[in-house]
């Protein structure tokens, strides 16, 4: 089970930090990731952490602005939001993948694990 923490409301230039909790799951044997999703668009990567090497890899919508990172010996995963914008508004998930191949990374399918969402608005 994933368990997702942390969104709230921000300015715009302002910083958030999701926290993402894991359990029943091995710590670096799976890949970590985070999608968001806004009212009336589809689901959209935006970053993910290796299983392993826990090196990370973003969305092209949103490099620069978005960090992940994950704390192995607490099996919690993050993502830092800084300088937020309007666009940035949506409901943020956690998501878990044991067997994702490379090439899949960024699509949802991939994941088998969700957390429940953490809505972020960023606000002009």
């Known amino acids: 089970q994933l368990q997702a923490s942390g969104g709230g409301w921000v300015q715009a230039g302002g910083s958030l930090r999701l926290s993402c909790t894991a359990s029943g799951l091995t710590s670096n044997s799976y890949t970590s990731a985070w999608f968001r999703q806004a009212p009336g668009k589809e689901r959209e990567f935006v970053g993910c952490n290796w299983r392993n090497t826990g090196r990370s890899y973003y969305g092209d919508s949103v490099k620069g602005g978005f960090t992940a990172s994950r704390d192995n010996a607490k099996n919690t995963m993050y993502l830092q939001m800084n300088s937020g914008k309007p666009e940035d508004t949506a409901l943020y998930y956690c998501?878990?993948?044991?067997?994702?191949?490379?090439?899949?990374?960024?699509?949802?399918?991939?994941?088998?694990?969700w957390g429940q969402g953490t809505q972020v608005t960023v606000s002009s």
């Open positions: 998501a878990v993948a044991t067997t994702v191949i490379f090439s899949t990374m960024t699509e949802a399918s991939a994941y088998s694990y």
